[in-house]
């Protein structure tokens, strides 16, 4: 009489079958995913740039809109935020320049900003918003 055996489990060219399309699919989805990654951060880079475009556009109407010589602006992200951390100074000043610096709330003018980028597009390339009567130039907006 024979005996039959209860067969449990799979064998093993079943499990390096399975193995070896994980390894495949494995190959093809990180490369991809780590693309998207880089696009990601290169929109959070451009969202950051055209913000920060758009402060100085702001402050230079406030502040400084009958100035004819350029105004740089740095910038700052603070826990996330981003900030004007100072301007060069225009030369010379048409009007009471500290007192328009104290109701914009601006700490220091031509303080250097700290502002880095989130992707390799623009990690080597400062970060800066410059006016010249009304026309602007962003440093990363106008590289690429």
Known sequence: MKKFRNKKGFTLAELLIVLAIIAILMAIA???????????RISVDEANARSASSMAQAHYLITHINESSPITYYFNITNGNLEIAGHT?????????AED???C?????????????????????P???????????NSWLDSH
């Not at 990180?30 to 990601?40: C, D, G, R, T, V």
């Not at 970060?127 to 130039?137: D, N």
């Open 105 to 125: 709330g601006l700490g220091s003018a031509a303080a250097k900003g700290n502002m880095t980028a989130e992707s390799d597009r623009y990690a080597d390339i």
């Open 30 to 40: 990180i490369p991809l995913f780590s693309n998207q990654l880089e696009k990601a």
């Open 89 to 97: 100074v225009p030369e010379p000043a048409a009007h009471s320049y």
């Open 101 to 103: 610096e104290k109701s």
């Open 127 to 137: 970060f800066s918003v410059t006016i010249t009567e009304g026309k602007i130039t």
